[in-house]
């Protein structure tokens, strides 16, 4: 028996979409600080935990699922380890996964699992941690997982983790070209590095401490896709194009199909197309499906992790 009395929780938690990044310089200790607009879209991860003795992992979905971790390097895991550990939970956790978010895609799947994981750990063990401390668990398992956890639209600083919610209204449709590879994340921050100093000498230095451009402000706040369209931005989109050159196929293919702009999501390789209302985006996943390309439609903003019945 559980502490909370229930058998299991099932928690759905959003992918995210990067509709502006900016990256600054690299810093001394090797990381960079980010300056980030994420958009929580309604492609999400479905993920059940029952109570146990030990800590596994099962996963299944929509996805390829081959660079998913089924030990305890796994995000969801070391989530649940995380909670236990600090509220001195004695027994484990049975984590099944059902994933939809493409693994290492660039929309953040992993640190929805580790969010959904903390609220249904929580519930499951009837813990209780304030909100604040389920943040700061978050904090320390990823950049992208206390977004997961609140979703909506927010401004993330620091190293992306530093939340601040962003006014926003309306519906925004977006059609996803999920690729059948990943981009690792490092790799694409590396590449970034070479060719900021390749051409040290023809480009500004990157500022130390990047902030999110107005316009994409006064974009998400009036819930205007064609004004979004015109501030989509992604310091990382140069170089994922640079390791994966197809991706600006991609691109271009969107764009000549209607979509308002494209943006490579994140660190890549789910490239995002900004569609202006239902049917356009309809259209534009017809034509994009009918050139061999594997996509799906999504809307934004949504909520955060949270509880659902079955």
Not at 22 to 47: F, M, N, P, R, T
Not at 270 to 289: G, K, M, N, W
Not at 293 to 305: C, D, E, I, S
């Amino acid at each position: 028996m559980t502490t909370s009395g229930r058998a299991s929780v099932h928690v759905k938690a959003p992918g995210k979409i990067n509709v502006f990044l900016k990256v600054g310089a690299l810093d001394d200790d090797g990381y960079h600080d980010v300056a980030i607009a994420y958009q929580a879209v309604s492609l999400c991860e479905d993920v059940r935990v029952s109570d146990a003795s030990d800590f596994s992992v099962e996963v299944a979905g929509s996805v390829e699922l081959s660079r998913v971790p089924l030990d305890g390097g796994n995000i969801a895991i070391k989530a649940a380890r995380l909670l236990a550990a600090r509220t001195g939970y004695p027994g484990g956790a049975r984590i099944r996964i059902e994933k939809h978010v493409p693994v290492t895609g660039g929309m953040g799947g992993g640190s929805a699992d580790a969010a959904a994981t903390l609220v249904a750990c929580d519930a499951l063990w009837g813990t209780e941690l304030p909100r604040e401390e389920l943040l700061d668990l978050a904090r320390q398992l990823g950049a992208d997982v206390p977004f997961a956890l609140t979703g909506g639209t927010a401004i993330g600083t620091g190293r992306g983790d530093e939340l601040s919610p962003a006014l926003a209204q309306g519906t925004f449709h977006w059609v996803l070209a999920l690729a059948d590879f990943g981009l690792s994340t490092p790799a694409v921050y590396a590449e970034l590095d070479a060719h900021r100093a390749r051409h040290a000498q023809d480009i500004f230095p990157a500022d130390l401490r990047p902030s999110v451009d107005a316009g994409v402000l006064h974009a998400l706040r009036a819930g205007d896709a064609h004004m979004l369209a015109e501030a989509l931005h992604n310091d990382l989109q140069a170089p994922a194009l640079h390791l994966e050159p197809s991706l600006a196929d991609v691109l271009e293919l969107g764009e000549q199909n209607g979509a308002l702009a494209g943006v490579v999501s994140g660190s890549g390789p789910t490239v995002a197309f900004l569609a202006a209302d239902v049917d356009s985006a309809l259209e534009l996943q017809v034509a994009l499906s009918a050139s061999r390309l594997n996509v799906v439609r999504a809307t934004g903003p949504v909520h955060g992790a949270r509880i659902v019945g079955d």
